[in-house]
């Protein structure tokens, strides 16, 4: 059966002219279909297109919300640090004083003994700071950052290591007069008090009253607290370091041995036993059982230490 089929007729009024067009019905079928559908099908692609957008947009959203709380725990680690770091500075603030006249009786100390205190020790520098990263992103900000307080908490950490050493050497300096009374005798050459013959005395003999006071000089354990040769009651205090400080010619012990002390603690009283003519504390310091001047190290005058 012949397919129906339709002419369309043009007319130009001002010519005259008429022009027939024949469309079969399946041809203008599908012309009318493709124009109905295709503004529907524009429409669900734009649709689709919105939706896909959208699904971008809250993905977008999420990792935004993913760094921002990376980010916010990055900084308050930061933060942290940054707090940990300021205390740990004020902390050392107060522990890096030291009393002018120690600093200066330290300063007296034999090399061997400031060296043996303070040991060796790497140090830091800034010269990887010389060439930094570019910074593209702020976790590369963030990371620089952490790096630099890491550097700083180390070096932190190595100098007061280095303040707590010299702390140390501080409380084992012997600084302070062991009693209160008159200098007789100094370190060096003299008279024998017995024979009258030429003498090396090896330490300070201080005169005081029978019972008198005698303190440590400096922070120490005890490791001699009994009668040894021309000392008498002798006491020995190991102060760390190779340093050590005697008292001798005792009429008491206060302490035993073993003893820990710190400076200023009572340790015994003066007396006249041993190799003695009067009542006196005789007082050595040595390094490494070698001879030290104590008065080199002493920071105030015999009258002016302690009481019982």
Known sequence: MPSTRYTILLADRQTGVVRRFTVGLRPAMIVLGTVVTLPVLIGMGAAWKAKADVADLYASHATLELELSSYRDTTEALTGQIQGLQTALDDLGGRAALDPALRSAMDKLPAIVKSRAMGGGGTTTAAGLAMLPSLNSPEDTFGLLRDLLQGLESRLQSVQSGVDKRNKLAAATPSIWPAAGWLTSSMGARRDPFTGGADFHPGLDISADRGSPVYATADGTVVHASAYSDYGNLIRIDHGFGLESRYGHLSKFEVENGAKVKRGDLIGRVGATG??????????????????NPLQFLLKSARQTGGD
């Open 275 to 292: 190799r003695a003519t009067a009542p006196h504390l005789h007082y050595e310091v040595r390094v490494n059982d070698r001879l030290l």
